[in-house]
Nanobody, 117 residues
């Protein structure tokens, strides 16, 4: 069974930083696109950024997404966090479990980020 497990969320003051991690575990043949999304209360889930397997780190404003393919891990470095960044942050990945079969899309359970003084 494939699992995506996020970690690194928590309470941070405005202007602070956090680094989220997402580790893919289980039995699989390959991981393709990985990405971060977030969902604030009462709002739709929104895309932060995705990263293909061989792509370099990508910057989206105050957020930098990177991945370590050897460790099957996706990162999200967030700086100068503001209250409006408070949300549940989710990891998403396209993973091929067995060669010869199509890949499937997986979600992690989410990690809460709260920005408040």
């Amino acid at each position: 069974q494939v699992q995506l497990v996020e970690s690194g969320g928590g309470l941070v003051q405005p202007g602070g930083s956090l680094r989220l991690s997402c580790v893919a575990s289980g039995s699989f043949a390959a991981i393709y696109d990985m990405g971060w999304y977030r969902q604030a209360p009462g709002k739709q889930r929104e895309l932060i950024a995705t990263l293909t397997r061989g792509a370099p780190p990508t910057v989206n404003g105050r957020f930098t997404i990177s991945r370590d393919n050897a460790e099957n891990t996706l990162y999200l470095q967030m700086t100068n966090l503001q209250p409006e960044d408070s949300a549940v942050y989710y990891c998403n990945a396209d993973i091929r479990r067995v060669w010869g079969r199509a890949s499937s899309n997986y979600w992690g359970q989410g990690t809460q980020v709260t920005v408040s003084s």
